[in-house]
């Protein structure tokens, strides 16, 4: 199947770290990615993994694959209100350049 | 700016009718790919075009049809409109051989359907 799973919301306090988790399928997804979505707003993307990588960090972002359960995590330190949006993860399908999301995680920080 | 313009950003239509989306793909990028964003069905995949063919297709109906022209801008048609067809439909661009680095999307067009 193509299923990318997340869950679907996540609150956490300004300043705290933030880790949103996704499930995916397919064992030859070949890149991994994170997108973030604001309101009124097209998908962004925030990272991509390579499927032979474990961890991936840039700036506040650390991003954890485990190939072998097939998750993915994606780690905001220092949350901030500004990061508040809709995180979508999504995999890349065998050979092909198609994408297939997850059902996105709305992250809420609060003051 | 993403650099992928997609329009109109809004459009309200009745049910039966047919409208057409455009997108204009980032300066350089060959690939378009189209998806249908809903509340109950989340990002789905519909079509992709690659330099004016098509690629791969996903979850898109019959009644949905798409086409990439010759400078590379895309339109995706849609007919018999009903109400379930009411989402943000988004469009998406990638370079040659970059699509494994991700895409760069548009902001959207959201579709009434009344």
């Known amino acids: 199947g193509e299923d990318v799973e997340q869950s679907l919301f996540l609150s956490v306090r300004e300043g705290d770290s933030s880790v949103i988790n996704c499930t995916y399928t397919?064992?030859?997804?070949?890149?991994l990615y994170w997108y973030k979505q604001e309101p009124g707003a097209g998908l962004q993307l925030l990272t991509y993994?390579?499927?032979?990588?474990d961890m991936k960090q840039d700036q506040r972002l650390t991003v954890l694959l485990n190939k072998k359960d097939k998750h993915l995590s994606l780690r905001i330190a220092d949350t901030q209100t500004g990061d508040s949006a809709i995180y979508f993860c999504?995999?890349?399908?065998?050979?092909?350049?198609?994408?297939?999301f997850g059902t996105g995680t709305r992250l809420q920080v609060f003051p | 700016d993403s650099g992928v313009t997609q329009t109109p950003k809004h459009l309200i239509t009745a049910t039966g009718q047919r409208v057409t989306l455009r997108c204009s793909p980032r300066?350089?990028?060959?690939?378009v790919y189209w998806y249908q964003q809903s509340l109950d069905q989340g990002l789905q995949f519909l079509i992709q075009?690659?330099?004016?063919?098509?690629?791969a297709k996903g979850n898109i109906l019959e009644r949905f049809s798409a086409q990439q022209f010759p400078d590379l801008h895309s339109e995706l048609n849609l007919s018999s409109l009903e109400l379930g067809d009411s989402a943000l439909y988004f469009c998406?661009?990638?370079?040659?051989?970059?699509?494994?680095?991700?895409?760069?999307f548009g902001s959207g067009t959201r579709l009434t359907v009344v």
């Open positions: 993994i390579f499927s032979n990588m």
């Open positions: 998406a661009s990638s370079g040659p051989g970059q699509g494994n680095y991700g895409y760069t």
């Open positions: 075009y690659y330099n004016g063919e098509e690629r």
């Open positions: 397919d064992s030859s997804s070949t890149y």
């Open positions: 999504a995999e890349s399908m065998g050979n092909t350049d198609k994408l297939i």
């Open positions: 300066s350089g990028d060959l690939s």
